[in-house]
């Protein structure tokens, strides 16, 4: 057995009701977080994300084929800026 000790925000994002609940924890409330996250590895790989829309997070999305936990991330996106809405679906793509 093996306990780890981590940020909450980075490994955990409960799903456990349905669309639209107001409760949260719903479909809805996983992705903004996946999407938050991915904002995230941008940001500490010295990139910047920016929303067409400042009132909401910005859509953001990279693919697990492109990096799983922001590793390698620098040589693309170091001192850019990246325009949401947008899936990175490739290392291509930036």
Request: charged residues 30%; hydrophobic residues 35%; contains cysteine.
């Amino acid at each position: 057995m093996a306990v780890l000790e981590c940020e909450r925000c980075e490994e955990f994002s409960p799903l456990k009701n349905a669309s639209g609940s107001k409760d949260g924890d719903s479909p809805e409330t996983s992705r903004a977080d996946i999407m938050a996250q991915h904002v995230r590895f941008v940001e500490r790989a010295g990139g910047k994300v920016v929303s067409s829309d400042a009132s909401q997070a910005p859509e953001f999305e990279i693919s697990p084929l492109v990096t799983y936990g922001g590793e390698g991330l620098e040589a693309f996106v170091k001192g850019k800026t990246i325009q949401a809405p947008r899936l990175i679906s490739s290392k291509q793509d930036f």
